[in-house]
């Protein structure tokens, strides 16, 4: 306590000017850094002077800088120098990076990205660019500085110097703390989920940014390293033990059948259930639902990959990561996904995508998921400023030029398989508002108190709200399906094609939200009081319940004994063998089952919650509850065993995904079997 006071009272007396002097290369690395890191930013992003960098920046370099105290005067050029050498070639990866993929280099990708750029295009498509070396001059500035305070000055400190590294220490946490105290949660969940690169350095600054990436791409390779047998053991014992699936009446019915998946962008089941002034929310789904097959209890078993997750889960039938993402951390192992299953059938395999190429590290993840071609952002779409609505190129727009496209995939091809993702129901949907006529109010009938004569009248209900927002964006992306389905009928393309729309997530929307929507008594223009009557409770467990996405399996004039609503509990999982029952493929590697030869399924969560058709397990509290608490509560008490039961099959499927995600063992399986049969 005594020294820390002391401390702090010799901070007082602190003589800035000897600092300065003492410290002069110092303080010059750490302004020509800065400068760098702004420029980068100016070049890349066109952050310009935003201050939370900034203070990052200058946190990180202070630190850092700290450390020279400990070298003897007589190094610290040499330190200075060596940091200056490194600063400039991350900015200039970083820069030549960024004119390629729209996007900052991540030491995950380096090694693979280095490899993707062809030497040919090198040369011919302007790689690398002038701009992206002009970072060198920090280490000119360096050299300079270093030979002119040395012509100017004798400095007499020859030592180490332990209270000149503890000053700038305190110095550089104070920095970091008052910018820690300036984030939000979303800036906090975001570094550590190290997918939005381009919103990290926008926050943190380019080095921290890098430093985090470095940490966060290293840890699952050390991971690896260990527990590999284990591992390998649980993985095979999973797939001896398991159980084909029985031919059912759907088996082979879409055969060589061409596939149009639809990546519906947060769309929840709800929805598909609720009308405004009695006009539906979503129509179009609505009408495909009643004509095709309608999983109406279905869930996307996502994790902080979201998006990623989803069509991870979707293609190979596997869960996402328990820690850090596939996209990003495992995107690069091997996996049994529909693509490749499809491809052995001579199948054409696309993506189309109008958002950024990069996102979620797509470019990369698409391929390895045996696509094609991933059709994405300015390379292959039109992006008006007009057409825009939200994150980017609106879903209509996006549509019309995708169905041009998948013309001539079909003429070229004899079957097809692509995936279209959406994208402009996506939080935070206010981009929607101008760009749709549908009412979230509620309109009534009254007896106008003037004339006495009937009029209608309008209680603003969910206007202007989050939820009234999501509900217009969730009518805008069903008017763009429908738009779809019409302009690919109209072209011919619905004759063989199964068309498989899914919500990739739930759209996070506050529980608070939901209580408007609700309770809102139009009479008032209030939202009921949980103790007056009629008022309609959502608890935390009927928000985990609600989040359902829709699964809708479609062809035209689909065979009416086909035609049926599933309302049996299903996840993502069981999509790949569900579907690829019909398509007559199957994956060896799957965790999920066909909803249409299983009873009791059981839909697991990547955090290990899950559900059935009756309970639903939150792993978190360690509770089970009746699916249907509200009527019928079961005794649980006997219903331990089960619990227990259900538990053990779960932590094995999150066991052998994670271990398939880690130590890419569906590859070691395939090199192992090929041993065996020569
Ligand atoms: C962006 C889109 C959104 O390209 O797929 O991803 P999300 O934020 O939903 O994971
Ligand atoms: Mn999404």
Known sequence: MKKIKDKIKSLKNFDFKKYYKENKLMLIFILVSLINAMLLRFLTIKNYFDIQPILCDL??????????????????????????????????INSMYYTNYLSYASVSLLATSLQIVDVADAVYENVMEIKDFCYIWQVIAIIFAYISIKKKENNTIQNRNKNGFFNTLIFGFVVLGIFVISLSPTDIGRITKQWNRDYIVSKYGIYTYQLSDAIFSVTPKITSMFGYDKNYKEFRDYYNEKQPSQPNKYTNIFEGKNVLVIHAESIQQFTMETSFNGEEVTPNLNKLASEGMYFSNFYAQESVGTSSDSEFTFNTSLLPATSGTVAINYWDREYLTIQKL???????????????????????????????????????????????????????????????????????????????????????????????????????????????????????????????????SVHYADEAIGQLIEDMDENGLLENTVVVIYGDHDAKIKKSEYERFYNYDYKTDSVLSPDEPGYIEMDDIDYELNRKVPLI??????????????????????????????????????????????????????????????????SQTNEAFSINRKENNINFSQSLDYIEKINKIVEQKIMVSNAIEIYDLIKQASIDNSVKVN
């Open 59 to 92: 946190a990180f370099l202070i630190i850092i800088s700290s450390f020279s105290h400990l070298i003897k005067p007589k190094n610290r050029f040499k330190y200075f120098l060596t940091l200056s050498i490194l600063i400039s070639i991350i900015c200039i």
């Open 342 to 472: 499809l491809k052995q059938k001579d199948y054409y395999t696309f993506s189309m995508h109008a958002n950024n190429c990069t996102f979620w590290n797509r470019n990369l993840l698409h391929q390895q998921f045996g696509y094609d071609k991933f059709y994405c952002h300015t390379n292959d779409y039109k992006i008006d400023e007009d057409d825009i609505i939200g994150l980017g190129l609106s879903d209509k727009s996006f549509f019309e030029q995708s169905v041009e496209k998948i013309q001539k995939i079909n003429d070229e091809h004899n079957n097809w398989y692509g995936t279209l993702i959406m994208l402009t129901n996506h939080t935070p949907f206010s981009g929607i508002v101008g760009h749709t006529d549908y009412e979230v109010d509620y309109k009534y009938e009254d007896i106008d108190e003037e004339t006495g004569e009937r009029v209608i009248k309008s209680a603003p209900y969910l206007e202007g709200t989050v939820m009234g927002n999501y509900i217009k």
């Open 553 to 618: 399996i479609w062809t035209k004039n689909m065979d009416s004994k086909y035609k049926t609503e599933v309302t049996e509990v299903m996840g993502m999982y069981d999509v790949l063998p569900t579907l690829g029952n019909m398509l007559n493929i199957s994956s060896s590697y799957s965790l999920g089952t066909d909803i249409f030869s299983t009873e009791n399924n059981v839909v697991v969560f990547p955090d290990a919650s899950w559900i059935t058709n009756d309970i639903y397990y939150n």
